[in-house]
């Protein structure tokens, strides 16, 4: 006779939902916790997918298996199996989306009460908790709460009906779907009287939409042409017209719902519910406390309604104007508030008026509001505090008024001249300008030599220990000079590793493969012997780590995947790939040789007589360099610094290798010297090695060139460049029989804005309209060469083969380059121009918000923050569109670039202006950001304003004749700008100013410039 188990087992595999049921309704308790363990162990058995004879995968558990197993978890579990992340109810349970669907959910919920009614569990409503929590679409549904309610099997838990009641619209959209007879009634006229007939819905549970973040905001019931038919929007004033909820409860309950800390979608939709009822002025008076209280919220969109609704109330007798002005003191310098605070200051006078007690308490707020950068926002307070301080009847004391005048004086230079202008006769006159003062003028360096001082040298990795708590940082992925200091300690250090030290390596191991975990030693083997690794750059890593953790008896580096179905790495990464290699190779064979690449000095520079004394100890032990890590080491040394580059020329004549020796005294040599031709009567070894390689091409094109004499031809070219970035060297004709982009020229794309155009048809709405989606595009010319790569170690010259429309998707690069662009910046730190210029062909070619596009911008913005060279023309367009950028978070990174950049003498401002002008003048972006931007930059320092300046006057005559949008804003800061540098107007500005002088919005300003 087969045990219980046994029999529970043959039902799963073999029987249905009815012998199952019969089982466990009849399961004595001591068998429960039995049937338990065997449910889990089908569970994790039938829950894997393995191969068919076709190919695919296939899932072992069948949909009725998953139902079974799901009601013996709801019969048998305790609190704890129930609550894993691991028991969920399946998706086809009681989803219904066509009528044979509808009769097995009618099944399944009976099944499911009468295994509820007979188990009782006390975890019930918790599980349900939690399943909705992990996974919005899995909400109860709310007539299923209801039962469960009627027969005490749930007690009422306020959180889960409010979801599931918000979410009842799907229900009857569902029913819309199965809908075959199109005379009956559609669900979205259907749903009133069944909400009307519900007093427990209306007076209960339908009040906690206002008190819990739901999806009520999103639900929707379509009608049957798949026009939206009905909205919680639309219902809930029907309900309070039809006089089922109270009106003055709804608009109270909708305020106070604004308080709380939701989605910003959906307190979007509880403003938008108080104005769909329409509240009147005596509503709203009647709420003044509810909506003052409001001013306190973090976020712009609710506090700029809550004045929208005041400001036809504060002229009256009954408005709490002493609360509203306590609640302002805290708004006043919010910079993302401008609309709301013009609002605000613009309703001051009316408070005045009838509360001429509050003129010191008003004044003092406008006082505050002098710092907002936004010019119209300080001419509002300005003009405010002018009618305060000229009234005929004081309002204010001599204490009072001097303490005003005093606190005007301290925001002087923040004043836009609009607001200087209003309050001249308060503000203390400005002394002269001073010759000190005028040595405020920006100028932009001309060459930046890196600082390879004792001050920035980096400290080597101590010890063992150091060694294994950088391992994690080096795991994180987010640090480059922690990975080159990890690979240098890996090499020095490995005579030093203790007997053991492959254990401590262990949690390091489960790190990068999480699934080892609760595995056999069998399994685990039968997994490291074929791991694994994350795609790209971190899977490099990965490798090295495992490796190590295995004792580098096998290589792993090469093993990871660089390109997938649906993500590519950045060509960068393949060099990396080969470097790393070499590190495994140098562990493997213990040999303790430095990178050649490893940075000597922060952020991430070798000093010359570094990289020759690592070279002369190659040399020592007869091993040739890798040809990769060459090519990084001669992109990342100093051949500016005049001291050690002297020193480093004097270890050359030790270095046998004679064309090694020739390219580094090329390197190191001063400036303006040229590639080397015939030397004494010979030709230069440069010339034999690209003439014999040109004879050859393209059959000798590899990935990566083997030997060092194979390589030197494409290790002289990434020299020049890295030296040279903008000259042409004919002297590399011979490498490539089509002129490589990056090799004889350098590789600067022109770039151009393209207006496009998309007409399609509105099928689902009614007439069938026809739209046209316009927008303008950032393109580059040319896009890419048709010719491939020459070489692999040619590093400024691997993005130039990119095509938008290959196979691969332009989002597959995007992700990888995202998390990756720290690591790829730190390979070029003397010539950025190609990876900015393949930047900003992916992640900027329109003005949209998409998360993927904004990270990468991010990065590439924040690797501008530091001492550098001048900004060239792909780094000075990545800023002009990081300042213009959708995203509050770009701009913000980009004027923080803006202001380093000027600190360091990056920027070239009239370069910035003429980009920004032609991306105005596209209709690329809006002024608006600039405008806001230029508002937080003014009156840093006397350098920052002139480099503003000179932006502005190259940026102005750029814009068309007919003014664009906001160009006043400009005008203002450029007036501004003007004021405090004391400079004539240039010709091309004036020229420009004339033209606009016709133009109403612009002519006041456009006057007072050329005055």
């Not at 066509?98 to 009460?113: A, C, P």
């Not at 090799?743 to 007439?767: A, D, F, H, I, M």
């Not at 662009?821 to 998409?850: E, G, S």
């Not at 991306?919 to 480099?947: E, H, K, N």
């Amino acid at each position: 006779m087969s045990s219980t188990v046994e029999t529970f087992e043959h039902i799963i595999r073999h029987q249905g939902t009815a012998e199952l049921l019969a089982l466990l309704l009849h399961l004595d308790k001591k068998e429960v916790v039995a049937v338990r363990a065997k449910a889990k162990s089908l569970h994790k058995y039938l829950d894997d997918y393995r191969a068919s004879d076709n190919g695919d995968w296939e899932r072992l558990m069948q949909p009725q298996q998953e139902v079974m197993l799901f009601l013996t978890g709801l019969a048998t579990y305790s609190r704890k199996e129930a609550l894993t992340s691991r028991f969920t109810m399946p998706w086809h349970f009681l989803s219904s989306y066509t009528e044979e669907q509808d009769v097995q959910m009618t099944v399944n919920r009976r099944l499911l009460l009468t295994v509820l009614e007979h188990a009782r569990p006390d975890w019930l409503a918790d599980w349900f908790e939690r399943t909705n929590r992990a996974n919005e679409w899995a909400t109860v549904d709310y007539s299923l709460l209801r039962e469960l309610e009627s027969r005490g099997l749930l007690a009422h838990h306020p959180w889960l009906y409010a979801q599931s009641l918000a979410s009842i619209l799907t229900v009857y959209d569902q029913r819309r779907n199965r809908q075959k007879d199109q005379a009956q009634p559609e669900p979205y006229l259907s749903i009133l009287p069944d909400l009307r007939a519900d007093a427990t819905l209306l007076t209960r549970d339908l009040p906690l939409l206002f008190d819990f973040d739901t999806p009520v905001n999103s639900a929707v019931i379509h009608r049957q042409n798949y026009e939206q038919g009905a909205t919680w929007l639309t219902l809930l004033p029907a309900l309070v017209e039809s006089g089922h909820l109270d009106r003055g409860d709804i608009l109270t309950r909708s305020l106070l719902a604004l308080r709380r800390d939701f989605r910003r979608p959906l307190l979007t939709w509880f403003k938008n519910l108080f104005g769909v009822l329409g509240p009147t002025a005596a509503e709203r008076l009647a709420r003044q406390a509810e909506l003052i209280e409001l001013l306190a919220h973090p976020l712009p969109l609710v506090i700029n309604f809550a004045l929208d609704q005041l400001k036809d109330l504060w002229a009256g007798p009954d408005f709490q104007a002493e609360a509203l002005l306590q609640y302002a003191d805290g708004l006043m310098t919010r910079q993302d508030l401008k609309t709301g605070l013009k609002t605000l200051l613009g309703g001051f006078s009316k408070i005045l008026k009838m509360h001429p007690t509050q003129a010191v308490a008003i004044a003092r707020l406008c006082t505050a509001a002098l710092a907002h950068a936004d010019a119209a926002v300080q001419e509002r307070a300005a003009k405010v505090l002018a009618e305060i301080m000229n009234t005929k009847k004081a309002l204010l004391s001599a204490v009072e008024t001097a303490e005003i005048s005093e606190g005007l004086n301290q925001y002087t230079d923040l004043l836009a001249s609009a607001a200087r202008t209003a309050l001249a006769p308060w503000l203390a006159e400005t002394a002269p300008t001073t010759p000190d003062e005028a040595a405020g003028a920006y100028e932009p360096q001309a060459q930046y030599v890196p600082d390879i001082s004792p001050a920035t040298a980096i400290a080597p990795v101590a010890d063992w220990h150091e060694l294994l708590f950088l391992t994690g940082q080096v795991l994180q992925h987010d640090d480059p000079a922690a990975l080159e200091r990890w690979l240098d300690g890996l090499l020095r250090l490995q005579p030093q590793f203790p007997t053991d030290c492959h254990e401590p390596l262990q949690p390091y191991v489960l790190q990068i493969l999480p699934f080892l975990k609760g595995k056999t030693e069998a399994e685990v083997a039968a997994v490291l012997g074929k791991p694994s690794f994350a795609d790209g750059y971190v899977g490099l890593v990965q490798a090295l780590t495992l490796g190590w953790a295995k004792g580098f008896i096998k290589p792993l580096v090469k093993q990871v995947n660089l390109r997938t179905n649906y993500r590519a790495t950045d060509p960068l990464v393949s060099l990396e790939q080969h470097r790393l290699a070499f590190v495994e190779k140098l562990l493997h064979d213990h040999r303790g040789l430095p990178l050649l690449s490893t940075p000597t000095h922060a952020p991430l520079w070798v000093a010359p007589t570094t990289l020759v004394q690592r070279l002369l100890s190659y040399e020592a032990v007869d091993l040739e360099p890798n040809a990769a890590d060459l090519a990084l080491a001669l992109a990342r040394t100093v051949h500016t610094d005049a001291a050690d580059t002297t020193a480093a020329q004097a270890l050359l004549p030790q270095l046998r290798h004679e064309g090694l020796r020739e390219l580094l005294e090329w390197l190191l040599s001063p400036a303006g010297t040229p590639l080397p031709g015939a030397v004494a009567g010979r030709k230069s070894l440069l010339k034999q090695f690209t003439e014999r390689l040109g004879q050859l091409l393209p059959a000798s094109t590899a990935a990566v060139s083997g030997t060092l004499d194979e390589a030197l031809p494409w290790l002289w070219a990434v020299a020049a460049r890295t030296r040279h970035p903008t000259a042409e060297f004919p002297e590399l004709a011979s490498l490539t029989t089509n002129d490589y982009p990056g090799v004889v020229r350098p590789w600067q794309p022109s770039w151009e804005l393209q207006r496009k155009s998309n007409t399609y048809v509105e099928k689902w709405k009614p007439g069938k309209p026809e739209v046209t989606d316009r927008w303008t595009e950032l393109r580059l010319l040319p896009e890419h060469t048709d010719a491939a790569v020459p070489n692999k170690l040619l590093l400024y010259s691997l993005h130039t083969a990119f095509k938008v429309n290959e196979p691969h998707h332009i989002w597959h690069y995007i992700g990888s380059l995202s998390s990756d662009y720290p690591f790829l910046v730190a390979l070029l730190p003397q010539y950025q121009a190609p990876l900015h210029w393949h930047t900003l062909r992916l992640a900027a070619t329109r003005d949209t918000v998409d998360s993927t596009t904004r990270d990468v911008l991010s990065q590439a913005l924040r690797s501008l923050l530091g001492p550098g060279p001048q900004f060239d023309e792909p780094a000075t367009l990545l800023l002009a569109v990081g300042l213009t950028h959708n995203a509050p978070v770009c701009r913000a990174l980009a004027l923080e670039v803006l202001l380093a950049a000027v600190e360091l003498h990056r920027l070239a401002p009239a370069n910035l202006g003429h980009t920004l002008g032609h991306l105005f003048a596209a209709d690329f972006v809006p002024i608006q950001r600039l405008a806001d931007g230029l508002a937080q930059a003014r009156a840093i320092s006397p350098t920052t304003d002139d480099a503003l300046r000179q932006t502005l006057e190259a940026l102005l005559p750029e814009l068309p004749t007919v003014p664009l949008r906001n160009t006043g804003k400009l005008l203002e800061a450029y007036a501004d700008l003007l004021a405090r540098a004391r400079q004539p107007v240039p010709a091309a500005v004036q020229s420009r100013l004339r033209e606009w002088k016709s133009v109403t919005s612009l002519k006041k300003a456009a006057n007072a410039l050329l005055a």
